[in-house]
């Protein structure tokens, strides 16, 4: 044994060395290119004098940037996190500049603009030169990993020997974007999971028919063929098909009473986010009290990037703890800190992050300049969330996961959003959203590497929330928004822009002919009588919802149709409208259609009506939605082709999700082999609570000592 650490702390010493080699190399190199950088007097000094001095300026860069860095970025987990990186360039140049105070000569200097490139540069130098060196050394790698964990065990008890299970959310990827993304070869490491050639078990690797078998027109991979350790299978969203609802009811088991990304709730006043923290707090809250339980995490799990904890012991860049005063291991920024308190993270990661940012401004321009349709806005900020969404917030989340697999929790969850916030901008198909694809499927790689070091074996479950569904917006293709629509069809003021569209036109003229109105002369408007308040219209994707806050209950068709006469025929009319769910006295509900199609909502199996194109489970999904509470008083879904699976959304986005219609309301679920078809033959997986209770039977199946054996209140109930 000590013949194996004295191995050990040689080896570590000559990496040291060689880092420290280098750096100093590097120094000299960039005091010969760089104008406002020297390391020697004005008279001159020999080149000994020279070398001797980056040796010792090397030295203390690298002492400096090990003992003060960590202090540093405590402190900066009171900045916000997208100024952290911009942070991380100046603080690095300040360090330099004290370590060339700090050197025997005293005739070392350098610009503070300088100082910045050359500490950046002998950052990125210095974590390669230690990477390279630690990738033939398993040990040495493992040691490197282990300073990546925000939390050791130490001392606790001894980490169990039955497999943990480590759940990888890819936040927007569809099914059928990620089956094109391996037929592409975008994503090997998918690939290789699900297996591919001759030796294939059709059975196996496709989920008993709910995956993609090789098409005909995929060649046939390189090299020897994979058996299958996964199996790739399709999900069907809520109504509400985005991560608010869909991972409230993974994590937690209930999504009840979240129709949308954003509502009215008419008894509080309050419009209801899901992004925002003091909201999800309110409806994890919800969701607990409604299931009696704490999550899907809660015997030894962490949770790391989410909207909510799922009952989570460890918790990081969760959102529903971000307004919360807890100790420095679960407050939300300390994932921040444990990656970036290693400063060659923080330099490599501040790099990309420049570079994304330069990478979205060459997109946009290109798609600007080829005129390319559909496209929206990609200026202002954008570029720099953009980054902090496909480059910060992986390397953070993706790091505290694998401190998570070498501490040998029990159960992970963790999201990465990447491709989702391109897609929004790029749509989901496209060189863009690939280049995303590529990225993520490396960070599996990782993951998959590191967790065979970890103390116990793991099965890797990689899922998505929702997918998106490609398309123009609303406004684009009518020159109006919804809130536009409504208020022509209330007869209230609209913007001039919307005077002028077919759309403000028509609407405005079913409001003259339902109250049996004269044709407006001089520009004027008919105002309905009385001080009403105004409808609120919010829009989650190509889901739109309307409410009228001085009722204070749901309204029904009637009571709509009595004081708006023209509202709903005009919603139902229009082309970029696909149907209306609205309460209804004589049926209880109704699914609303063009040319005056009115079905209730108990009828909708034998007759669906507007919601045919929409495919399976649409009614059951409306049907759901409008027992909930705070279902809006009319709900819209746009407009949808089944044939190229367009959708209109009703925010400013070419690849949207939210509603029905499309890839949005297809994710995908792909699961080792060793676990537990999630259905059976013939079964759909349906819902976000459906899938919970898939997840927990799967941690069930590791038999671990602190997972309850005894099934779940509502799987007993399923």
């Not at 606790?156 to 927007?172: A, N």
């Not at 027109?217 to 399709?234: E, F, S, V």
């Not at 949770?303 to 799922?310: A, K, Q, V, Y």
């Not at 300049?369 to 900020?381: A, F, N, Q, W």
Request: with cysteine.
């Amino acid at each position: 044994m000590r013949g194996v650490r004295w191995r050990r702390a040689v080896s570590q010493a000559g990496r040291s060395l060689a880092v420290w080699a280098v750096s100093t190399l590097t120094m000299l190199v960039l005091a010969g290119i760089l104008p406002d950088f020297r390391l020697q007097s004005a008279d001159g000094d020999s080149a000994t004098t020279i070398a001797v001095t980056a040796a010792v300026g090397a030295g203390v860069f690298g002492v400096l940037s090990a003992l003060a860095w960590p202090l540093l970025v405590r402190l900066l987990l009171l900045v916000p996190a997208l100024v952290l990186g911009l942070l991380v360039f100046f603080l690095n140049g300040s360090l330099l500049l004290i370590a060339l105070r700090l050197t025997p000569s005293g005739e070392t200097e350098a610009a503070p603009e300088t100082a910045v490139i050359v500490a950046a540069v002998m950052s990125a130098v210095a974590s390669a030169t230690g990477g390279a060196l630690a990738v033939r050394d398993d040990d040495a790698y493992r040691r490197r990993l282990y300073r990546l964990a925000d939390r050791r065990r130490r001392g606790g008890p001894p980490c169990p020997s039955t497999p943990g299970t480590v759940f990888l959310q890819l936040d927007g990827v569809g099914h059928d974007v990620l089956a094109a993304a391996v037929r592409k070869g975008l994503m090997p490491t998918v690939a290789r999971w699900l297996g591919d050639g001759p030796d294939q078990d059709p059975r196996q690797g496709r989920d008993r028919g709910a995956g993609p078998q090789r098409s005909r027109d995929r060649p046939p991979p390189d090299g020897p063929a994979h058996r299958p350790t996964h199996r790739l299978t399709p999900w069907r969203t809520d109504w509400s098909s985005q991560t608010g609802a869909s991972q409230l009811g993974i994590l937690h088991g209930s999504n009840h009473d979240v129709p949308a990304f954003r509502w009215y709730e008419k008894d509080t006043r309050e419009v209801m986010v899901c992004n925002r923290p003091a909201d999800a707090v309110e409806l994890q809250r919800r969701a607990v009290e409604r299931t009696g339980d704490g999550g899907l995490l809660t015997a030894d799990g962490a949770s790391r990037g989410n909207l909510f904890s799922g009952g989570a012991d460890e918790q990081a860049l969760v959102l529903s703890i971000a307004t919360r005063r807890r100790s420095r291991e679960t407050r939300s920024r300390a994932g921040y800190f444990a990656y970036f308190s290693d400063p060659a993270n923080a330099v490599r990661t501040a790099l990309s992050f420049v570079a994304e940012v330069v990478r979205e401004v060459v997109q946009s321009t290109r798609a600007r300049l080829r005129k390319e349709r559909p496209r929206v806005g990609r200026g202002g900020l954008y570029p720099f969330v953009r980054a902090f969404a496909t480059v910060v917030e992986r390397d953070v989340v993706v790091a505290a996961v694998m401190g998570d697999l070498l501490a040998g929790r029990t159960a992970v969850y963790a999201d990465l959003v990447a491709y989702d916030e391109v897609a929004h901008h790029s749509g989901p198909l496209g060189r863009d959203t690939e280049q995303v694809l590529g990225r993520l499927d490396r960070a599996l790689a990782l993951i998959e590497n590191v967790a065979e070091h970890a103390p116990r074996p793991y099965r890797i479950v990689v899922l998505s929330d929702h997918g998106q569904s490609p398309g123009e917006t609303f406004r684009a293709r009518y020159g109006l928004t919804l809130g536009d629509l409504v208020r022509a069809g209330c007869g209230l003021p609209v913007p001039r822009r919307a005077e002028r569209t077919h759309s403000g036109a028509e609407a405005r003229a079913a409001v003259r002919a339902a109250l049996r109105r004269p044709v407006e002369e001089g520009g004027e408007q008919h105002r309905p009588p009385g001080r009403r308040s105004e409808p609120i219209v919010l829009a989650s994707g190509n889901l739109g919802l309307i409410s009228f806050p001085d009722v204070p209950h749901r309204m029904t068709k009637e009571e709509i149709d009595a004081r708006h006469p023209a509202l709903l025929s005009t919603l139902a009319n229009h082309p970029g409208i696909g149907f209306l769910l609205v309460r209804s006295e004589e049926h209880g509900g109704v699914v609303l259609g063009a040319y005056g199609a009115e079905t209730p909502l108990d009828r909708l199996d034998d007759d669906p009506g507007p919601l045919a194109v929409f495919g399976p489970g649409a009614a059951d999904a409306v049907r759901r939605t409008h027992s909930f509470p705070h279902t809006a008083d009319i709900m819209v879904n746009s407009f949808h082709d089944p044939a190229d699976g367009e959708v209109l959304a009703f925010e400013e986005q070419i690849g949207s999700h939210g509603g029905l219609g499309g890839a949005q309301a297809r994710p995908f679920l792909l699961s080792p082999l060793a676990l537990s078809a999630p259905v059976e033959d013939g079964e759909a997986l349906a819902g976000a609570e459906h899938l919970h209770r898939v997840l927990r039977r799967w941690l069930r199946e590791s038999d671990g000592p602190q997972i309850p054996l005894e099934p779940a209140p509502e799987e007993r109930a399923a």
